[in-house]
Every structure is written in structure tokens, then in C-alpha cells.
Nanobody, 125 residues
Framework: QVQLVESGGGLVQAGGSLRLSCAAS????????MGWFRQAPGKEREFVAG???????????ESVKGRFTISRDNAKSTVYLVYLQMNSLKPEDTAVYYC???????????????WGQGTQVTVSS
């Protein structure tokens, strides 16, 4: 079992930055790939970024390449952390952002077994 809790969302002006964090608890955290997804009102949940178990494999959606950076901390601890650094934010980045854990990096939501509750990111123009 993996429990995920996101934080770090908020309101920011276009061009600004935010860093989202996902706190993951569970003894098997290092066995999972981690992903960030987002869902805007009236739209389907979409893939943003994913990172492999070791942190060496990373995939980004085309819409965020060069602006967002995903990373993870696998150091032994009671709580593991996954980050999404978001720079040069645009109004179209406004959405609820979700952290997810799965067995392999995939852009499909069905590839992830565990989800956080989400954190709201709002980018004003």
C-alpha cells in the first residue's frame, strides 16, 4: 500500500513558479514509478510528467517540456518525496494536480494504482 498526499499548490501570476510536493508513505515506495497528472474543469485528467523507480528515467508531456521538472527522493525515511518544479507558468496550466504511483511510466491514468487527493494550481493572466 502507498499513501500519497500532495501540497504546494496555490495562486500565481503568469510567468511565475510553484513547486509541488507529494509525500508518499509505504514500505514499497521505491518499487513504484511516480507520475504527476492534472485535470482542468470540464477536461479529462492528463499526464504531466513521470519518473522511474531509480529516478533515472523521466518523461514529460510536450506541453510542459522545458518548463516543468520532476524529481524524487528515495532516501530511506518514513516519508518519501516526489517533486514537480513548475516554472514559466501559463494560465492554461491551471488545474488540480495529482500525484500517482504505478508499476511503469505511462501517460495513461489506468497505469497507476494509487492517487493523491490533488492540489489546486491557479495561474492568473
Amino acid at each position: 500500500q502507498v499513501q500519497l498526499v500532495e501540497s504546494g499548490g496555490g495562486l500565481v501570476q503568469a510567468g511565475g513558479s510553484l513547486r509541488l510536493s507529494c509525500a508518499a508513505s509505504g514500505r514499497t515506495f521505491s518499487s513504484y514509478t511516480m507520475g504527476w497528472f492534472r485535470q482542468a474543469p470540464g477536461k479529462e485528467r492528463e499526464f504531466v510528467a513521470g519518473v522511474s523507480r531509480s529516478g533515472g528515467g523521466i518523461v514529460y508531456a510536450e506541453s510542459v517540456k522545458g518548463r516543468f521538472t520532476i524529481s524524487r527522493d528515495n532516501a530511506k525515511s518514513t516519508v518519501y518525496l516526489v517533486y514537480l518544479q513548475m516554472n514559466s507558468l501559463k494560465p492554461e496550466d491551471t488545474a488540480v494536480y495529482y500525484c500517482a504511483a504505478g508499476l511503469q511510466i505511462t501517460m495513461s491514468t489506468v497505469g497507476y494504482d494509487y492517487w493523491g487527493q490533488g492540489t489546486q494550481v491557479t495561474v492568473s493572466s
